[in-house]
């Protein structure tokens, strides 16, 4: 059974920073896509960022481009999301997830993702 659990989220004002965390426990076999969404009150779920943990395709939304970074911890089997300049904009919860293995070309569709964590508050001031 795979588990996704996210951390780190808050409030903070518009220019400040926050890094995400998302834990997994139990095992996917194989190389899989993963990523960071997120959903703002009133507005469909969107990727933020995705990647293959066996190497390439990384993609990240144009919104977040040059401010948020996605990057994994294997050892730790963590992934995570810094996030720098923070807009009010960026307000949403957060949510991690991952693909089945049979997924070798990800993109920014939540539907193409099999496991979700419960996701994190982010709240960004002005």
């Known amino acids: 059974q795979v588990h996704l659990a996210e951390s780190g989220g808050g409030s903070v004002p518009a220019g400040g920073s926050l890094r995400l965390s998302c834990a997994i426990s139990?095992?996917?076999?194989?190389?899989?896509?993963m990523g960071w969404f997120r959903q703002a009150p009133g507005k469909e779920r969107e990727g933020v960022a995705v990647?293959?943990?066996?190497?390439?395709?990384?993609i990240t939304a144009d919104s977040v481009k040059g401010r948020f970074t996605i990057s994994q911890d294997n050892a730790q089997n963590t992934v995570y999301l810094e996030m720098n300049s923070l807009k009010p904009e960026d307000t949403a919860i957060y949510y991690c997830?991952?693909?089945?293995?049979?997924?070798?070309?990800?993109?920014?569709?939540?539907?193409?993702?099999?496991?979700w964590g419960q996701g994190t508050q982010v709240t960004v001031s002005s």
């Open positions: 997830a991952a693909a089945s293995p049979l997924r070798i070309r990800c993109t920014m569709v939540p539907d193409e993702y099999n496991y």
């Open positions: 139990g095992y996917i076999y194989g190389s899989h896509c």
């Open positions: 990647f293959y943990t066996g190497g390439g395709n990384m």
